[in-house]
């Protein structure tokens, strides 16, 4: 049984590297001209790796946060730090190529460790085949760098799932300290604590470790730097709080068709908001079938934060996805938010490429159409999320004990 289990991990890593290496071949086809022919957007080669490498001094030798600009968390700008070290060696002069191969290198190694676990979990084998050929993978393992939110993410679901919520609370903040959107998870955590504990002092006793796992692992890693460099710390905050939008989010597609015109501090107060009012609304309706596994509820809840957010830049998609491979009670919803997201990405970038005079060129009508079709792929997903069961993958035992060997090698919960 074992053996054929190895097998299948197997192949499922060779098919996701596989995946990761065409990722790599689509960024890094436009490397060596300098992006002069706008190849960035009419290619859809763009990577933040790039203007990175330069832009943010990494090329000679800049300390994110200590001696550099850095508009991500701690533990994102470490990665960087860390990647560009790797790549120094590697370049002549200002040359990124190395500094995007180590880039989409570490997201492959991140995607593998995804991999790996969502298997040793007992993840049913047609949505383990969905991650290994992910088209966000293709898209995005290039792009930036949060996979590695992702991972920490994903893995602090699957401490949900086995009972150990500190353990879980504990990775949900350090991938806060990553990306901001796995604070949406750290909630869902702390209800769990409450909701089925003994009696109510035991639920609060559990609530207070389960904070204090979260809080203590966020702090572990921001503290130092924030007392070292609170201005270079303190940069993605406020760049997340001042920046207008992005051409796919719903604020900025109803100002371009000239539906609605909101300013910032509209979109901030609206979106946060949308965000508690859909957030209580997705708990609320989920409790009853989800009290055990409150957990499940991040992936309804990530998609209804990104739809009412302000910024829903095209790799959040990568955010969204493997969650949804876990939690969604059915694919084919699924499907459609990751077609419709490749239709997102092109529709965005080739507008883009329109708004310098290249082509392909789109209008803020194609990008629309495009955002319309995933939003209501993921308004779907949460219908799902919240009326219907999970998969049944997750209520199962752990691996070892999810296989029956004296019955066919197949899961029981297939």
């Not at 401490?159 to 150990?164: Q, V």
């Not at 957030?279 to 998609?303: D, S, T």
């Not at 493997?322 to 938010?337: G, I």
Request: hydrophobic share 55%; with cysteine; aromatic share 14%.
């Amino acid at each position: 049984m074992f053996s054929t289990w190895d097998s299948l991990l197997k192949k499922l890593m060779a098919v996701l590297a596989v995946t990761c290496f065409l990722g790599w071949l689509f960024k890094a086809h436009c490397l060596g001209g300098g992006w002069t022919g706008l190849e960035q957007y009419t290619t859809g080669c763009y990577s933040d790796a790039v203007p990175f490498w330069t832009a943010r001094g990494l090329a000679n030798g800049a300390v994110p946060y200590l001696t550099g600009r850095m508009e991500y968390p701690v533990l994102t700008g470490i990665l960087i730090a860390v990647e560009a070290v790797l790549a120094r060696p590697f370049t002549a002069g200002t040359e990124e190529g190395p500094f995007l191969a180590m880039t989409a290198l570490g997201n492959a190694m991140l995607a593998a460790v995804v991999m790996w676990h969502l298997w040793r979990a007992g993840m049913e084998p047609r949505r383990l085949w969905a991650w290994a050929c992910a088209p966000a993978l293709i898209l995005y393992v290039g792009h930036n760098w949060d996979m590695l939110a992702v991972t920490f993410a994903v893995t602090a679901m699957l401490a949900a799932r086995d009972g150990r919520l500190a353990k879980g609370a504990a990775l949900g903040g350090l991938g806060l300290a990553a990306k901001l959107y796995p604070v949406l998870l750290l909630p869902l955590i702390g209800l769990q604590a409450l909701a089925n504990g003994a009696d109510w002092p035991d639920r609060i006793r559990r609530g207070v470790i389960v904070t204090a796992s979260a809080v203590g692992a966020w702090a572990a890693v921001n503290l130092p730097v924030a007392l070292i460099s609170y201005e270079n710390w303190s940069e993605f905050y406020r760049f997340s709080s001042e920046r207008s939008g992005t051409a796919a989010s719903i604020w900025e597609i109803t100002g371009m068709l000239g539906i609605w015109s909101t300013d910032i501090p509209q979109r901030n107060l609206y979106s946060a908001m949308l965000l508690v009012l859909g957030f209580a609304a997705i708990v609320g309706f989920g409790w009853r079938r989800h009290q055990a596994h409150l957990w499940v509820l991040f992936g309804p809840v990530l998609a209804w934060f990104l739809l009412v957010n302000k910024v829903y830049s095209p790799q959040f998609d990568l955010w969204l996805y493997p969650v949804l491979l876990m939690t969604a009670p059915r694919l084919r919803p699924v499907a459609l938010f990751a077609v419709a997201g490749i239709a997102c990405y092109f529709a965005e970038f080739w507008w883009f490429a329109g708004n310098e005079g290249g082509w392909p060129a789109t209008t803020p009508t194609h990008i629309a159409i495009a955002a319309g079709v995933r939003g209501a792929a993921m308004l779907w997903i949460i219908a799902d999320a919240i009326r219907l069961p999970p998969p049944a993958w997750i209520a199962a035992p752990k691996r070892e004990v999810l296989f029956d060997a004296d019955k066919e090698d197949v899961p029981a919960a297939a």
